[in-house]
């Protein structure tokens, strides 16, 4: 198997996963509307179609390399970690071979195994982890030659899991659905497989679930924001740390791929100043495989405004003289400026319908000129992806793991500038211990969960991530789900109301909740202008 048919694989696996993509979602055991598995995993691996399509005469090991740089930078979504992490392993069995052979194509899911193992500190059967390895372990006992008939015995290997998981995970089973994870990961290989029977590369339905997203050829093309493609090789002549070099360059350009070993630095990147890479790379040893090709001029393109080709400015340097900075994720005006009042340099957008991309996180990790930042991803979907952010950067990360928002804003009113980053992290993890979320939504789907049947649209209360009520009427469910975390020990509650709830309807329950509260705890009314959730509750 050679590097275009692996190429072609992997564009047309990405394919097949956004047009399922809704589908693979449908089978979240939680009906909350938010960035389930499918958008995750799909947005994730379309991260490396996009840089795959416009290779040309690749090994196999440049492909590896190049999809799992592009996934880990794009990843989103705990699922979409994993999926990066997992071709990680691959690319690093299959780093510098030319072809691919079975015994490479077994080591590989091997690596790749071992990755996302290594990333979950309790891994949980019945999901996509098992999935990989029950096919990896299947893989290893094959005696083809032919890796592309190993493949078909993989895939099929892979189903079985899957259609094992439900046994392994009560809740899928009280569900009646099978992994969502798992089924990405099968997803995906179902698309490769296509191109390696001869089928070509599975192409993407303009549906309403995928109409957004074009080809990756030609969203390559539309989205070239700059001219050249530059590529070098820098020969290390000392043990600088080659991740200041990756930062400088991924300020004066994009689709940046930096991958070091003992004695070699492999640069790619597209930029509109490619002699300034180049200068920059010669800080670090002598150079060799220079190569500039005029990305413009190659997809006969009209130009662009000038506007398009600035130079990126968000990065910055560390200034010793700034401690600490702090990134936090949160969406809806009010509570992204709540954010920046409480001390946040940087907020990214996102949050539980849209999960940033471990790129956003590091970009807004290197926009802030600390000696350390401390990130907050206010959701446990976004703590895989904020460390890896925290892995990528050129400076001290620390990431507090923060669920909710209400967790974020105890954890930055609670830091301390007179005393040091590590009793700070101490304490800001105390204060989220210290208080309990609640969140007001809607049904995103017909369900069955915890033994009751759930209908679509219908209001949710949801209290430390489970829910405990449903209703018909938004304020009457607020309310209900106060009561429920509220209690003798409260000290303040606070009411964050979204963008689909007016200044009346707000004030009409901040008016029933200070008739029973009102001399029992510090009570507040925010306009937070989140989507998704109607009501955000805090009580500390």
Not at 84 to 103: M, N, V, Y
Not at 480 to 500: A, C, P, Q
Request: with cysteine; proline share 3%.
């Amino acid at each position: 198997m050679d590097g275009i048919l692996l190429r072609d694989a992997i564009i047309s696996g990405s394919n097949l996963l956004t047009n399922r993509k809704n589908s693979i979602d449908e089978l979240n055991v939680y009906p909350v509307p938010d960035g389930d598995t499918g958008t995750n995993m799909s947005m994730t691996a379309r991260s490396a179609a996009v840089m795959l399509a416009g290779l040309k005469n690749p090994t196999v090991g440049e492909v590896a390399e190049i999809a799992a740089s592009a996934m880990l930078r794009g990843s989103r979504g705990n699922s979409g970690v994993i999926l990066s992490l997992f071709f990680r392993g691959i690319s690093s069995a299959l780093k510098d071979k030319s072809e691919l052979t079975t015994a490479l194509l077994i080591e590989s899911l091997k690596q790749g195994v071992k990755e996302t193992y290594g990333a979950v500190m309790k891994p949980t059967e019945g999901t996509i982890l098992t999935v990989a390895r029950l096919a990896f372990e299947k893989a290893s006992t094959l005696q083809s030659k032919d890796p592309i008939e190993a493949f078909a015995l993989i895939l099929e290997a892979a189903k079985d899991a899957l259609a094992k998981t439900p046994d392994m995970l009560p809740v899928l089973k009280k569900a009646g659905v099978v992994d969502s994870g798992g089924m990405g990961l099968v997803t995906l290989f179902e698309g490769m497989k296509a191109v390696f029977d001869g089928k070509g590369i599975v192409k993407l339905e303009e549906t309403s679930q995928s109409a957004s997203l074009i080809s990756p050829a030609a969203e390559s093309k539309a989205k070239i924001n700059f001219n050249y493609c530059t590529e070098f090789i820098v020969n290390k002549t000392d043990s600088k740390n080659y991740l200041s070099l990756r930062a400088y360059l991924e300020s004066i350009g994009d689709s940046v791929v930096v991958v070091e070993d003992d004695s070699i630095i492999k640069v790619h990147l597209h930029t509109n100043q490619p002699g300034n890479a180049i200068q920059e790379g010669l800080k670090f040893g002598w150079l060799t495989n220079m190569k500039i090709d005029n990305l413009r001029q190659q997809h006969d393109q009209k130009s662009h405004s000038a506007s398009e080709f600035k130079k990126n400015k968000t990065y910055k340097a560390v200034d010793a003289k700034v401690p600490v900075g702090f990134v936090s994720v949160a969406t809806g005006a009010g509570i992204v400026n709540l954010f920046k009042e409480l001390g946040a340099d940087a907020v990214v957008s996102g949050g539980q319908t849209m999960n940033p991309s471990t790129q956003n996180i590091l970009t807004a990790i290197q926009s802030v000129g600390a000696k350390t930042v401390i990130v907050l991803p206010n959701n446990k979907n976004i703590i895989m992806a904020s460390e890896q952010a925290a892995k990528l950067a050129d400076r001290e990360v620390v990431v507090v793991q923060t669920k909710s928002i209400p967790e974020g804003i105890s954890a930055l009113v609670s830091y301390d500038p007179d005393v040091g980053v590590k009793e700070n992290i101490v304490s800001m993890t105390a204060a989220i211990g210290k208080v309990k979320t609640g969140l007001v939504t809607f049904a995103a789907r017909d369900s069955f969960v915890e033994g009751k049947q759930i209908s679509k649209d219908e209001v949710l209360g949801i209290k430390e991530n489970k829910i405990c009520i449903t209703d018909k009427n938004i304020n009457k469910a607020c309310y209900r789900l106060i009561r429920k975390l509220v209690n003798s020990s409260s000290n303040i509650l606070t009411i964050f109301y979204g963008k689909d709830i007016s200044e009346e309807k707000a004030n009409e329950l901040l008016w029933n909740i200070r008739t029973k509260y009102a001399d029992k705890v510090e009570i507040n009314l925010i306009n937070g202008g989140q989507s998704v959730y109607y009501y955000i509750i805090s009580v500390e």
